[in-house]
């Protein structure tokens, strides 16, 4: 049996379409399923652990975008759940750096295929209070996290996702959020070494995998079976030499820039001085924070890929 979660609204409608293709292929090759709709009372969360209260093994499978995959991450029993993902969303991080076709025939083929499928690292972000957040691509704090949550109520996002040019805002907010955001001055410790200062900070990335933001390369090479937080970090940068490094930053090519961190590790402590500093996780607005600890869990996720 396969459940499957379905955010028919994602990506501007597109998800629905592409249920309907999954569905004609799995009435096809008989394969036994049961679909599940996400709403405003049942989130994709509810109906995650609704699914891993069941008895055995369960295949779970999203068809959504990256919101829609974080939200199945913090619900599921990571026990008894093999998660596959049919991607429709704008951005499609997730399914990019797990190398799930976009084409719906080819992502189902996987899912059905895949058998036990891959243990797979995702990231975990703990708060003063105890509580904590998991993700699957990245979690980040400054620059990227103030578009994530300027994209999360735009008009512009839902209509450029109906044309499928989703992605496209977050370039937009981006350039909008350099010029008008305030940088704070941060601290970090990486592994337990002593805090180290990081003057006017632009933003902090916390990759579990290569990219964010519909393809952004925040981390080249990072990937979700090495066990470790790929760190990405801007800081005391000029504005408009910024702005300058954008497309470098897209393709991956900002490890030699003055100004940019890269480290991998296995778990990373952040503290600012300024009360409520924006968090994202998966591309989806976090909330406020001012202290944090983000820590790798290996292996903790059961993949149906290949």
């Known amino acids: 049996m ?6 028919e609204h994602g990506g501007g409608g597109k998800a629905g ?13 008989k394969v036994p399923y049961k679909k599940l709709v996400t709403t405003a009372e049942e989130g994709a969360s509810v109906l995650a652990r609704n699914v891993s209260s069941l008895d055995g093994d369960l295949n779970l499978v999203v068809v959504g975008g990256d919101g829609t995959i974080n939200e199945v991450l913090n619900g599921i029993d990571f ?48 708060f003063d209070d105890g ?29 450029l996702n109906k044309l499928g040019l989703g992605k ?28 180290q200062e990081i003057p006017r900070l632009i933003f902090i990335a916390f990759m579990n995998l290569e990219t964010e933001g519909g393809g952004v390369k925040m981390y080249p090479g990072a ?5 470790k937080i790929s760190v990405c970090i801007a800081s005391d940068i000029p504005k408009f030499k910024a702005f300058g490094y954008l497309p470098r930053l897209v393709v991956g090519k900002q490890e030699k820039i003055k100004g940019f961190i890269l480290r991998q590790c296995s778990q990373i402590a952040v503290s600012c001085p ?14 406020e924070q001012s202290n944090i600890v983000v820590r790798v869990l290996p292996g903790k996720l059961r993949m149906l890929v290949q």
Request: net charge positive; with cysteine.
């Open 2 to 7: 396969y459940y499957f979660i379905v955010n």
């Open 17 to 29: 379409k592409t249920w309907a293709k999954v569905q004609a292929i799995l009435e096809k090759e």
């Open 79 to 126: 026990e008894k759940v093999r998660l596959g993902v049919i991607p429709t969303g704008s951005g499609n991080d997730f399914a990019r750096g797990m190398k799930i076709p976009r084409n719906t025939k080819k992502a189902v083929d996987m899912v059905l295929k895949s058998g036990d499928g891959k243990s797979v690292d995702i990231g975990s972000v703990s």
């Open 131 to 159: 509580s904590s957040r998991l993700f699957g691509i990245s979690a980040g704090m400054g620059m990227d996290a103030i578009v994530c949550k300027k994209a999360l109520s735009s008009k512009l996002k839902n209509f």
């Open 168 to 195: 496209f805002i977050y370039i937009i907010y981006t350039v909008q959020t350099l010029f008008s955001m305030k940088t704070e001055d941060f601290k970090v410790s990486f592994d337990g070494e002593p805090m």
């Open 223 to 227: 990937n979700a079976q090495n066990g």
């Open 274 to 287: 300024k009360p409520g500093v924006t968090l994202h996780f998966d591309g989806e607005y976090g909330g």
